[in-house]
């Protein structure tokens, strides 16, 4: 399901009440939309308080706290806490199976209309068709994930915290926790930190809090930080906020 509106000084509020942003840049807690924007919503939708879609105003897929987006992000699409995306963020299509007889169409999908058109002509049912080709899943990316200008994800894969892929890459396979990836295909560059530390980052689960919780610890120092972040981890209260999805808007703004 699809909703469309233009933003009001009603939608503007709403939005910045619920710490929804649109502009990196906006000023005196704005949401940063202006009176007359189009708004798109799709079901589906959920959004924590303090993320950004930077300029993009078709609201459709789920993102977490703190996590900023200058990328068109499609539905069914997952961005954890505190991840970072850059521009010229696409998204592989469908497979075509080169270990197939053939690479075309007419192996995994009949809609485009060339295919319709000739079948119908053609007076014949035809439903050979290998519908495994379609059924792979949007991209997962978990927390503090960055991903640079231009990059691709290829359907399915796993982009684990921490992990931070390079400009202009193509990521056709998982990339682990705390990874730099680049290259096309994306390539292991190396390891943000060794594994003791990686391991260390891992049990501090620290996106799962606010960063208020913890400023006094040195955020330069991964492996000291982890250490002293696991000593007072018992005594923090995760971040469960309310999460704004489809239903709350339309409820809201009457659409």
Same mark, same amino acid.
């Given at each position: 399901m699809r909703k469309h509106?233009?933003?009001?000084?009603? +939608?503007?509020?709403?939005?910045?009440?619920?710490?929804?942003?649109?502009? *990196?840049? #906006?000023?005196?807690?704005?949401?940063?939309?202006?009176?007359?924007?189009?708004?798109?919503?799709?079901?589906g939708l959920e959004y924590e308080p303090y993320t950004t879609s930077y300029g993009r105003f078709h609201l459709k897929c789920k993102i977490g706290f703190h996590s900023m987006s200058m990328s068109d992000l499609p539905q069914n699409f997952r961005l954890g806490r505190y991840c970072s995306v850059a521009?010229?963020?696409?998204?592989?299509?469908?497979?075509?199976? =080169?270990e197939y007889v053939t690479t075309?169409?007419?192996?995994?999908?009949?809609?485009?209309?060339?295919? %319709? #058109?000739?079948? #119908?002509?053609?007076?014949?049912?035809?439903? %050979?068709?290998?519908?495994e080709l379609l059924n792979k899943? =949007?991209?997962?990316?978990?927390?503090?994930?960055?991903?640079?200008?231009? +990059? +691709?994800?290829?359907p399915g894969v796993h982009i684990s915290t921490g992990a931070?892929?390079?400009?202009?890459?193509v990521v056709t396979k998982n990339v682990g926790a705390y990874e730099v990836v680049g290259g096309n295909p994306a390539k292991l560059i190396k390891k943000r930190f060794s594994d003791e530390v990686i391991e260390l980052m891992l049990q501090t689960e620290w996106w799962k809090y606010?960063?208020?919780?913890?400023?006094? *610890?040195?955020l330069n120092d991964p492996k000291i930080f982890a250490k002293?972040?696991?000593?007072?981890?018992?005594?923090?209260?995760p971040y469960n906020p309310p999460i704004l999805k489809f239903q709350d808007i339309c409820s809201a703004l009457n659409i």
């Open positions: 509106i233009k933003a009001d000084k009603k +939608v503007i509020d709403f939005f910045s009440e619920r710490k929804i942003f649109f502009d *990196l840049y #906006s000023k005196n807690g704005s949401c940063g939309l202006i009176e007359g924007q189009d708004l798109t919503f799709d079901d521009n010229g963020l696409n998204f592989l299509g469908r497979r075509h199976p =080169m075309h169409d007419f192996v995994s999908i009949l809609w485009p209309a060339p295919l %319709k #058109s000739f079948i #119908s002509d053609e007076k014949i049912e035809y439903k %050979k068709t290998y519908p899943q =949007m991209p997962i990316c978990d927390n503090d994930v960055w991903i640079g200008q231009n +990059v +691709v994800l290829n931070v892929i390079a400009a202009e890459s606010k960063f208020t919780n913890f400023v006094d *610890l040195p002293e972040f696991l000593e007072i981890k018992a005594s923090l209260t």
